[in-house]
């Protein structure tokens, strides 16, 4: 059909709902505010997963580690519904590829200290 991008064989993406417009303005629509809730959730996993790590008072960790938990929820969540409505694409790997580094860090295994 003429004007539709082609298909890649290597993308597991959903179609696209149809609820963003063709020309894009400035005001931000759906798509622009689930990716901008997602981008702030993994700047806060970020941030919090040191802020855990490093929490000396007990309740601190605690509550910090509650509140990590939290986010790394809410990613998952507009994760999923920009997935579901074909705003967020993956690409397959090739196998021998994945294998490749599966044996790759499998061999460090032996450098740890405790096995």
């Known amino acids: 059909m003429p004007g539709q991008?082609?298909?890649?064989?290597?993308e597991i993406a959903n179609p696209?709902?149809?609820?963003?417009?063709?020309?894009?303005?400035?005001e931000m629509n759906d798509r622009?505010?689930?990716?901008?809730?997602?981008?702030?959730?993994?700047?806060?996993?970020d941030n919090?997963?040191?802020?855990?790590?490093?929490?000396?008072h007990e309740q601190l960790h605690t509550d910090m580690l509650q509140i990590l938990t939290e986010?790394?929820?809410?990613?998952?969540?507009?994760?999923n519904l920009m997935f579901?409505?074909?705003w967020y694409k993956l690409?397959?790997?090739?196998?021998?590829?994945?294998?490749q580094a599966q044996?790759?860090?499998s061999g460090y295994s032996s450098q740890f200290p405790y096995q």
């Open 5 to 10: 991008q082609a298909q890649n064989p290597n």
């Open 16 to 26: 696209q709902t149809g609820q963003l417009p063709q020309v894009k303005g400035p």
């Open 103 to 105: 044996q790759q860090f």
């Open 71 to 79: 986010t790394h929820q809410s990613a998952r969540e507009l994760f």
């Open 91 to 99: 690409e397959t790997e090739e196998q021998q590829k994945v294998q």
């Open 48 to 56: 919090f997963n040191v802020a855990v790590r490093e929490a000396s």
């Open 84 to 86: 579901q409505n074909g």
């Open 32 to 45: 622009d505010f689930l990716n901008d809730g997602l981008a702030t959730c993994k700047l806060l996993t």
